[in-house]
């Protein structure tokens, strides 16, 4: 709310209305009477403040956006190397049953082209190759688990200084093997599930082609079918593989030494690897441990230097803080003179000179002004108690909308300085709570300080005080000598003169 103070005006002097008449006998019986008009005073503190609040809230919105943002880019990155890796997976499986899976020849093809017989052979062939897979797979899963139980078995030996990240990374690494042994073996059931509907459904479509080649052919050669399948010695299940030759069996037992002699050789050629990735591996960390501390060092010295700039920049801060606060004091003190006092002060004058010359006009003209002033009476006082109503009814109304407009700012009021004690309360914690930090790690930092102080001083004195000692035991012989020199010259000069004051003179024996 501001308050603007007017003089009166001077309408009602100049006429000759009953009106003028009362206004003047009003300014004499008040004198020094103002107008007040009452004004709303924008809020600049608060659209300021509100404008800072919206652009905090604003930055504080676009960085969650930000972050939000990149959240989902790394979600969508996520899935698609979770779907790439599913989709490679899914891949290679179905790679290695198409591989797995023989190669099945349309059979109407067969059917037309080749003869009984040749049906015959290679029904028997897929049998035979269908257990060749069987005995390869068994063999390679063998092979598997030995390689497993080796690897389990083997151990390396441990640099006692990397002996923890070691033992972290033996754990990790056991982990995975483990998981990876499950999942092999997961892999090896499905595979030995297949092999065997495989082989269920071999079985079905030999049977199947055994029909449709009997129903085809003739009938010597379903007699021939007939009897082969009959027979014991054809059959699936007394089907066992030849006695090997012995050159076979020796050339197996000398590949199988130089595949051991090999591994041998790979081993042992593993380990000196081993050892010597450790060994660079130490020499490595020895190399970081010392840039590290070089680089601990150089951030020490760089800190200090920043404290020392910032420290000038406070001092230049407060010095430019003092010297606003003086010229604003100065341009406070300036505007109340200039604007305030001398306008109001002018205007106090004008008054007093107004209502001079409203005294001597009216001294003049009152005589005149009666006759006429009778005369209009009654339609004077029909106007004025007109006007009064309607000036009682606009003060109550604005009474009654001021008292309105009084309790709707004393609700913004309230409102507002609850807000502010919030944000207050808030900012206060939040600022404590890094203060407290902050404190914490300056006085780290300063008992740190000033144990090295302490201990240079220590050093310092030590050594100063040994270099003294050294000094004087260099000396010890000679001060002595020259001691022993002046007793003896004092000892002559009181044997000469016995009146001799050595003490008046300075040369007083100890």
């Known amino acids: 709310m501001a308050l603007g103070i007017s003089s009166h005006n001077n309408q009602g002097l100049s006429g000759f209305p009953g009106d003028g008449s009362i206004q003047a006998h009003a300014l004499y019986s008040h004198i020094g009477s103002m107008k007040i008009t009452i004004k709303d005073k924008p809020f600049t503190e608060s659209l300021k403040y509100r404008r800072q609040v919206l652009q905090a809230a604003f930055q504080s919105l676009l960085l969650h956006m930000k972050e939000m943002k990149r959240l989902n880019d790394l979600k969508s990155k996520l899935e698609d190397n979770l779907n790439r890796t599913k989709l490679q997976r899914y891949f290679h499986i179905w790679r290695k049953k198409i591989n797995n899976k023989p190669k099945v020849v349309d059979k109407n093809e067969n059917e037309c082209n080749s003869s009984d017989e040749q049906k015959i052979k290679s029904f028997v062939q897929s049998i035979v190759r269908d257990q060749k897979k069987t005995w390869v797979v068994r063999k390679n899963n063998l092979k598997h688990q030995e390689l497993m139980t080796k690897s389990k078995s083997r151990i390396h030996a441990i640099d006692p200084t990397i002996q923890k990240q070691l033992q972290a990374q033996k754990r990790i690494i056991n982990r995975q093997n483990m998981k990876l042994f499950e999942q092999n073996q997961i892999i090896e059931k499905l595979k030995l599930r297949e092999l065997e509907n495989e082989l269920q459904r071999g079985e079905n479509m030999t049977l199947i082609t055994a029909k449709r080649a009997l129903n085809r052919c003739g009938k010597k050669t379903q007699h021939t079918l007939l009897h082969l399948m009959k027979d014991s010695s054809t059959s699936i299940d007394s089907l066992k593989p030849p006695k090997r030759p012995e050159f076979l069996l020796r050339m197996e037992e000398r590949a199988e030494q130089r595949r051991e002699r090999t591994r041998l050789a790979r081993e042992e050629r593993l380990k000196k690897l081993q050892w010597e990735k450790e060994q660079e591996e130490n020499r490595r960390r020895e190399q970081e441990e010392r840039d590290r501390r070089q680089r601990l060092e150089e951030q020490m010295r760089l800190r200090c230097i920043h404290r020392e700039q910032e420290r000038t920049r406070a001092e230049k801060v407060q010095k430019n803080h003092i010297a606003?606060?003086?010229?604003?004091?100065?341009?406070?003190?300036?505007?109340?003179?200039?604007?305030?006092?001398?306008?109001?002060?002018?205007?106090?004058?004008?008054?007093?000179?107004?209502?001079?010359?409203?005294?001597?006009?009216?001294?003049?003209?009152?005589?005149?002004?009666?006759?006429t002033t009778w005369q209009s009476y009654a339609q004077n006082t029909i106007d004025r108690r007109l006007k009064l109503c309607i000036s009682v009814y606009n003060k109550k109304i604005l009474n009654a909308s001021f008292t309105k407009w009084m309790n709707y700012t004393n609700e913004r009021i309230e409102i507002y300085e609850e807000i502010c004690k919030y944000y207050t309360k808030h900012l206060q914690t939040k600022c404590f709570t890094f203060w407290h930090d902050r404190v914490h790690d300056i006085k780290f930092k300063y008992l740190e300080d000033e144990q090295w102080a302490m201990n240079y001083y220590r050093d310092k004195l030590s050594a100063k005080f040994f270099k003294y000692w050294r000094k004087y035991v260099e000396i010890s012989d000679e001060i002595k000598e020259s001691e022993r020199r002046k007793d003896k010259w004092r000892s002559l000069v009181q044997q000469v003169i016995p009146d001799f004051c050595p003490g008046y003179r300075g040369v007083l024996l100890d």
Do not use: G, Q, W
Request: aromatic share 14%; proline share 2%.
């Open 324 to 371: 606003n606060e003086l010229a604003k004091s100065f341009y406070r003190r300036y505007l109340l003179r200039n604007y305030i006092i001398k306008p109001l002060t002018r205007m106090v004058e004008e008054k007093y000179h107004y209502l001079d010359i409203a005294d001597d006009h009216y001294k003049r003209s009152v005589m005149k002004k009666s006759i």
